[in-house]
């Protein structure tokens, strides 16, 4: 079995300043690793995941998330955000092609 | 190419009656899965299809709640009778059979029990 713990259920941030969406993970064998984010009234979106390969990971909105086995953590980094990154960011585990356990997700607001 | 549909996008029920959630995967997408979100809880996963047939139901919660797939293509989840606790958000995700897992999913269903 799987688990997923988000540390930060509410993550304030000023726009243009950097954040961390942090994201730990249990697991007794191999998982892939996902960050979802979910824009206000909107569905689930995937933002970026690691399979495989390179343990660092980026999206193409400046995301980035790095895969550490060691600490099993997978948090997520932007290094300057903007108004529109204001979301809820679910981290997800998969270990197979089937269903994803998710965090409890962090509430993103990114204030002017 | 479409995304995830799910209906209806809203619904709200008194306790012991029947609701009827229907989702549309991406055409084509094989795999398709329920998960549900209980406010302030995180999402939970309910069950996978792999076309037609049951692959995992293990996060079914009891058997108030069935679920089909004829077919292979869309599905529903049916909820008979709806107590207090079903109220929360139903998401659909579908995925290829083969690839990497992306689970692309739906805008969701926010049922409300009275």
């Not at chain 1, 064998?29 to 990971?57: A, D, I, R």
């Not at chain 2, 869309?74 to 059979?97: I, R």
């Amino acid at each position: 079995a799987q688990s997923v713990t988000q540390l930060d259920s509410q993550v304030p941030v000023f726009e243009e300043a950097p954040v961390e969406l942090r994201c730990n993970y249990s697991s007794s064998v191999s998982v892939y690793l996902f960050w979802y984010v979910q824009y206000p009234n909107q569905g689930l979106q995937l933002l970026l995941k690691y399979l495989s390969g390179s343990t660092l990971v980026e999206s193409i909105n400046g995301f980035e998330a790095e895969f550490n086995k060691s600490q099993t953590s997978f948090h997520l980094r932007k290094p300057s955000v903007h108004i529109s990154d204001t979301a809820e960011y679910f981290c997800a585990v998969s270990a197979s092609y089937g269903k994803l356990t998710f965090g409890q997700g962090t509430i993103l607001t990114v204030h002017p | 190419e479409a995304g995830v549909t799910q209906f209806p996008s809203h619904s709200v029920i008194e306790k012991g009656q029947t609701v009827t959630l229907r989702c549309d995967p991406i055409s084509g997408h094989d795999n398709l899965y329920w998960y549900r979100r209980v406010m302030g809880k995180e999402i939970k996963f309910l069950l996978h299809f792999v076309k037609e047939s049951k692959q995992d139901e293990s996060g079914m919660p009891n058997n108030r709640f069935l679920a089909e797939r004829t077919g292979g293509t869309y599905s529903t989840l049916k909820v008979q009778p709806a107590e207090l606790e079903d109220s929360g958000v139903y998401f659909c995700a579908s995925s290829h059979l083969s690839g990497n897992n992306e689970q692309f999913f739906g805008p969701g269903t926010r049922l409300t029990v009275l």
